[in-house]
């Protein structure tokens, strides 16, 4: 019984979150977390099989181990998802061609605003100079107070901080509008593809609570068979005779 109660240890509340995914409440974690529960099921069948206990030949016919649920979110999600389908990062590069362009596109785009830093710098000679990003300006290339007389002519000042001045460029802009609008259609395609997963999911809820049922009556049963062996429990032999 320890050896299922190590297996079970591994496993989620399989019923929290198959009631999360019928109600359209799940997450790409709980998603995750679900996929890693299935994962385990293999072995704890295997460890049922080899039990000679009817009982648990009877869990071990029972658990369905949703194989093909497994895998769909296997492929579909990165092996640990964020807990935020707006985070992005959700789905697995490779499931669909867009999908990786863009991401090719933002990450390309956030490489050409590296090598501009440093053109930029060694073009003005200023060796402070840096990009920087914030949601309310966006890219801005940023100089400390010592360098502002190597600024050039064609630099836009954006803002005026304590000890340093905050601009940007035509070129600048840009490739900030490519990178941000790859990484927000990104987003919006990851929640596309997310919400067809969830939906597909929720339509194998009645076997995942299936399983769910065997799990909850090995936990228990196993618990027992611990109980058992460490107080020396036995089955007692029931006879016709008087006491």
């Given at each position: 019984c320890r050896d299922i109660q190590e297996q079970l240890k591994g496993i989620y509340d399989l019923e929290r979150l198959t009631s999360r995914v019928a109600t359209g409440r799940a997450s790409p974690r709980d998603l995750g977390c679900l996929a890693g529960t299935l994962a385990r099921l293999p072995r704890l069948k295997q460890l049922l099989a080899e039990r000679e206990a009817g009982?648990?030949?009877?869990?071990?016919?029972r658990l369905d181990l949703c194989e093909d649920v497994l895998e769909q979110?296997?492929?579909t999600l990165v092996e640990d998802p964020p807990l935020l389908?707006?985070?992005?990062?959700?789905?697995?590069?490779?499931?669909?061609?867009?999908?990786?362009?863009?991401?090719?596109?933002?990450?390309?785009?956030?490489?050409?605003?590296?090598?501009y830093q440093a053109s930029e710098s060694e073009r003005t000679g200023i060796p402070s100079l840096k990009v920087g990003f914030n949601k309310v300006f966006g890219y801005y290339l940023e100089?400390?107070?010592?360098?502002?007389?190597k600024v050039p002519e064609e630099y836009i000042r954006k803002q005026t901080l304590k000890n340093q001045e905050r601009y940007v460029t035509?070129?600048?802009k840009e490739h900030e509008e490519k990178v941000l609008r790859a990484e927000e259609q990104?987003?919006?395609?990851?929640?596309r593809f997310?919400?067809?997963l969830r939906e597909s999911?929720?339509?194998?809820?009645?076997?995942l609570q299936a399983t769910s049922g065997v799990l909850s009556r090995l936990d228990v049963l196993a618990g027992l068979g611990v109980l058992a062996a460490s107080r020396g429990y036995c089955r007692p032999e029931l006879t016709a005779d008087p006491i």
């Open positions: 009982l648990l030949g009877q869990l071990e016919e979110v296997a492929e389908v707006s985070e992005g990062g959700i789905i697995r590069d490779g499931f669909d061609p867009e999908l990786d362009q863009l991401r090719d596109l933002a990450r390309g785009g956030k490489e050409w605003i590296a090598a100089v400390t107070a010592a360098h502002l007389a035509p070129e600048l990104a987003v919006v395609l990851e929640q997310f919400g067809a999911v929720a339509g194998e809820c009645l076997r």
